[in-house]
């Protein structure tokens, strides 16, 4: 990529962090930090990389993405805000009643999400079985799909995972956000979760695994392209990211998953960011 296409990226990214932030606000509280962690990624994917029409949210060749961390659902809303597949005056229903925007990601009501995520791990075996439909029906699409590294606790997400390598799903790439939180604390107290050690874990179910920066647009798009090389394998790209990246307050703070944001609060976090990034 060159520099001016990444610094488009990396706006696109600064844009779904304001939008989600203020979309938060707008209910009162909400799951801030594992939104933020991938918001870089999914500016990529949205304007970059998948082969998606906001126009035509149902055509049968689209690239689709499962974002398994469903509680992530404020920035994937964003996003698609942003993409055009409904107006950003939406996202200020988030969570509220009749909204078509919930808490976590409901594809039978809002337009461009493709899959449900409910309970942690279902929709990563989800994006496995959509990569293998889409190859038996001949279907030329790529499958992408977001889990979180305390979702990896989950059984489900290894019997997937043994699946797609059995498989050989070389269609499918996944992205495992390892920001080293999860809901009351850190990953290293459940498991250990070095990064290195989870590429392996993942190698040994079969899958072609590299560990990039999550908040490196350049690093995250040259991952993909790698990816989109190799045959014979599922592929999983594993982020390094710090949880609640871009709204300050809640960066390398516990109790982050999800957090009370007021209007005033995010009127000057997204000042802040706007300093730290010289904007």
Known sequence: ????????????????????????????????????????????LYFDVMNVDPKNPGKEDRDRLVVSKGHAGPAVYAS?????????????????????LPSHCD??????????AGSLGQGFSAAAGIACGNRVKGVDAWTFSIIGDGESQEGQIWEAAEFAGAQKLDRLIAFEDLNGQQLDGYTKDIIPEEAEAVASRWTSF?????????????????????????????????????KSYGYIPGEGIKANHSMPIKKEDAEKAISALKEREGR
């Open 206 to 242: 079969g899958w072609d695994t590299e560990v990039v920066d999550g908040h490196d647009v350049e690093a995250l798009k040259n991952a993909i392209e790698r990816a989109k090389g190799i045959k014979g394998k599922p592929h999983m790209i594993v982020m390094k990211t710090k």
């Open 80 to 100: 698609l805000a942003l993409k055009g597949y409904f107006p950003k005056e939406m996202l200020s229903t988030l969570n509220q009643g009749g909204t078509s």
């Open 1 to 44: 990529m060159d520099k001016k296409r990444i610094d488009e990226i990396k706006e696109k990214a600064f844009e779904i962090r304001c939008l989600t932030i203020n979309e938060i606000a707008s209910f009162g509280s909400g799951h801030i930090g594992g939104a933020m962690s991938i918001s870089d990624l999914l500016a990529l």
């Open 107 to 116: 594809m039978l009501k809002t337009p461009g999400v493709d899959f449900t």
